[in-house]
């Protein structure tokens, strides 16, 4: 199947077996492209989302040039790169450890997104991002974003809860908003 060009196009990072892409299509995004580490996951996403390419890698290890070449995407504006990266080494009910090796894929999504060059960025992760030494990996982010002199981040970062926004469940999730200098600034 074909990727709707007519729709803006979306990719999303540490995609699972397809939540948040499935919220994006409903957004009016055509998911173009998705990123999964787990095979069994990235085997889902693909099931359930044949219209665009899913990458069954470690988002550390793919560029943003193979994420363009090997989709359909090609030299076309993304308009959104979304993702969540593993929380188990931010999470409250975890160990929190600050040298788990997966926190650094929260700058892998920096990378990406930054290579990509969409319009826009969101990603989501756990509150527990937002306190004590773990704040440091999100801030670590956001000064990326400013290094880079071609993104704007939303701030404050704000953690919002699910249940406000129709979802039947209470989960409070951090969530970063950010755009390229040449288009407006989103706001939660």
């Known amino acids: 199947m074909k990727i709707d060009d007519r729709r803006p196009l979306a990719v999303d990072l540490f995609a699972g ?8 299509e ?3 995004y055509e998911v173009a492209a998705a990123v999964e580490y787990d095979p069994i996951h990235a085997a889902v996403h693909e ?3 044949p219209q665009g390419k899913t990458f069954c890698a470690d988002v550390s290890m793919i560029t943003g040039e193979q994420i363009r070449n090997q989709s359909e995407i090609g030299d076309r504006e993304i308009h959104l790169v979304a993702g ?4 188990q080494g931010i999470s409250m009910i975890g160990k929190r450890a600050i040298d788990d090796p997966r926190n650094e894929l929260l700058k892998a999504f920096t990378r990406v997104v930054l290579e990509l060059k969409p319009r826009y960025f969101l990603m989501e992760n756990v509150a527990g991002l937002m306190v004590g030494d ?5 801030d670590d982010v956001v000064d990326l974003f400013a290094d880079s002199g071609e993104y704007n981040v939303v701030t404050p970062v704000k953690v919002l809860q699910a249940a406000d926004y129709g979802a039947p469940q209470s989960r409070r999730r951090m969530i970063l908003l950010g755009a390229r200098k040449d288009v407006p600034l989103p706001t939660y």
């Open 84 to 87: 969540g990266p593993p929380c």
């Open 26 to 28: 409903q957004a009016g």
């Open 17 to 24: 077996a397809g939540g948040l892409s499935l919220g994006l």
């Open 47 to 49: 099931f359930n989302f």
């Open 134 to 138: 773990h704040r440091q990996l999100l």
